[in-house]
């Protein structure tokens, strides 16, 4: 199936199955806001908790908190938002429609790697056995001016972004003659830096409004908070502090589904070290979040790292981990050095310290920060991604399948009475009503057992159970596997000890606690 065909049909599974509902639907939604439904909030709730366990339950020195989205405006002074969280903007003149100059770049050196990628595959075709990539890369005519042209822009885009010279970055689209999709027409405006931020009012106008911030991270609500829980916790460096909760961002290229919002949900950690121990951490840090992401069993191969290029106003080391969404490899979590900027910022802005005391060497410092910060939207989605099979089964049967980690999925057992009578329901409720303490569970009596395994197989769910005639006389039930589709006969006082092994949460957190 084409990658753009399974992106079209995750979105509609994702609406259909009361996972994602584009916010304000019936007024026409409203652009790049979404809203969860009832199994969406139950998957998000499961990846949420597994982040913040795998932080507060596995490392002792990670504490939580829960910051308010307002804060004082001060803060975004302080951090730079105001000034530098900006995005490069140009608008073609005949469509009137705006882009990201910068996206408009790396589509373009996207389309070159492309086309690099369809001479290789050509030629390996061609040559079979004999064919070496590297000669072929070096020598073939065609193949070293895709390469030459690509390094080129890639060279003069980095400098442009490094040096945030937006005249730079019209010159390269205007030298690589890239059109607009719509008009088809190079007639481009100047590029303009455009804040991301998205401001309100507090207070009433009479007694003067405060203009405030809806948080554009979530991050900064830890650092100014760092004192209060270094001293309340009494926590010795190295520490961190974890946060989920909603950011805003007035994104201008919003699309690709729940990739890119105006609202979504952060998971972050502030990991506060020595400094000169941040490059240590960093590198640690690294490979624990790689392993978080792996453990969820959907392939080593599709996550890889991305070290960025031009870094943020506030790093110094920078990656990405990105997941192969449909619609290539895309950036899930970010992991920063931040170094002591936004410590030191908060002092300057605020006046007041923000330094700590070393019990150890008896000095007071600054400390360096390295940041986890991953969006909870997006691992969402690589899960819906990664976990959406179509199957076909025999005599022309298909089924539609989300195959989830079983601890992560939103329903992890359904129960099913075999037919509607006979007793049958009254004892699969009462199956149920044990087993809902422990689990979340479903109760289904409708349509074929066929049509209700489709159903579950359709959200995730990893186990059914099916209380049959037999069940009555001995207490034993069938018990379908999602994936395998493979069926067993179990007691039912067998069943708690059997689902809590698979569906716990710890098989997860085991794996990268290893
Ligand atoms: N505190 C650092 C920070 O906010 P970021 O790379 O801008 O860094 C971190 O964002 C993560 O937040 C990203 O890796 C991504 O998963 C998520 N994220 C950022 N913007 C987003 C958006 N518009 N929609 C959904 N998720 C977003």
């Known amino acids: ?220 609500g830890i650092f100014v908070n760092f004192l209060n829980v270094q001293k309340t916790g009494r926590m010795k460096i190295p520490f961190g502090i974890a946060q989920t909760g909603k950011a805003f961002r007035n994104e201008i290229v919003a699309r690709q589904f729940i990739f890119r919002m105006r609202e979504f949900e952060q998971m972050e950690m502030q990991f506060f070290v020595r400094p000169g121990e941040e490059m240590e951490w960093f590198t640690r840090w690294k490979s624990l979040r790689m392993a978080w992401h792996k453990a969820m069993g959907l392939g080593p191969d599709k996550y890889r790292y991305h070290d960025h290029e031009k870094l943020a106003h506030y790093a110094n080391a920078a990656t990405d981990i990105e997941f192969e969404m449909p619609f290539g490899f895309k950036e899930v979590e970010g992991i920063h050095s931040r170094g002591d900027f936004d410590l030191r910022q908060h002092e300057k802005y605020s006046g007041k310290k923000m330094q700590y005391f070393d019990p150890e060497s008896g000095q007071s410092y600054t400390p360096c920060v390295v940041e986890t910060s991953i969006g909870l939207d997006r691992v969402f989605l690589s899960l819906i991604a990664g976990a959406y099979a179509e199957e076909t089964l025999g005599q022309g049967e298909t089924r539609v399948v989300l195959k989830l980690p079983p601890a992560l999925a939103p329903v992890q057992l359904a129960v099913f009475p075999l037919v509607k009578k006979d007793g049958l329901p009254g004892k699969a409720e009462e199956i149920r009503n044990r087993l809902r303490f422990d689990f979340r569970c479903l109760y289904d009596e409708k349509d074929s057992i066929g049509k209700r395994y489709r159903r579950q197989d359709a959200i995730g769910t990893p186990y059914c159970i099916t209380i049959d005639h037999e069940t009555l006389n001995d207490d034993r039930v069938t018990i379908r596997f999602r994936d395998t589709m493979e069926q067993e006969r179990v007691s039912v006082e067998n069943l708690p000890g059997i689902i809590a092994e698979k569906v716990s949460l710890k098989n997860l957190l085991k794996k990268i606690n290893d």
């Open 1 to 220: 199936m084409a990658q753009e065909d399974l992106f079209k049909k995750i979105v509609s599974h994702c609406k259909e199955y009361g996972f994602v509902f584009p916010s304000s639907e019936i007024y026409d939604g409203l652009g790049a806001v979404y809203d969860y439904g009832p199994y969406g909030v139950e998957l998000k709730n499961n990846i949420r908790k597994y982040w913040w366990d795998s932080m507060t339950l596995l490392h002792e020195n990670v504490v939580g908190i829960d910051s308010a989205v307002f804060m004082h405006p001060s803060i975004w002074k302080a951090s730079g938002h105001v000034d530098a969280f900006n995005d490069p903007l140009i608008d073609n003149k005949d469509s009137k429609k705006r882009y990201r100059a910068d996206i408009l770049i790396e589509e373009y050196l996207a389309k070159i790697d492309g086309k690099i990628q369809k001479e290789i595959e050509k030629a390996a075709k061609r040559y079979g056995d004999v064919f070496n990539e590297t000669e072929y890369r070096a020598t073939n005519p065609r193949v070293s001016e895709l390469q030459a042209k690509r390094r080129e822009t890639h060279t003069r885009f980095t400098q442009a972004l490094n040096a945030s010279n937006l005249e730079e970055l019209r010159q390269i689209i205007v030298d690589a003659e890239i059109l607009c999709p719509l008009s088809g027409t190079g007639n481009w405006t100047e590029v303009r830096q455009f804040n991301l931020m998205f401001s309100t009012e507090m207070g009433s106008t009479s007694q003067g409004a405060m203009r405030v911030y809806l948080r554009p991270e979530t991050a900064q």
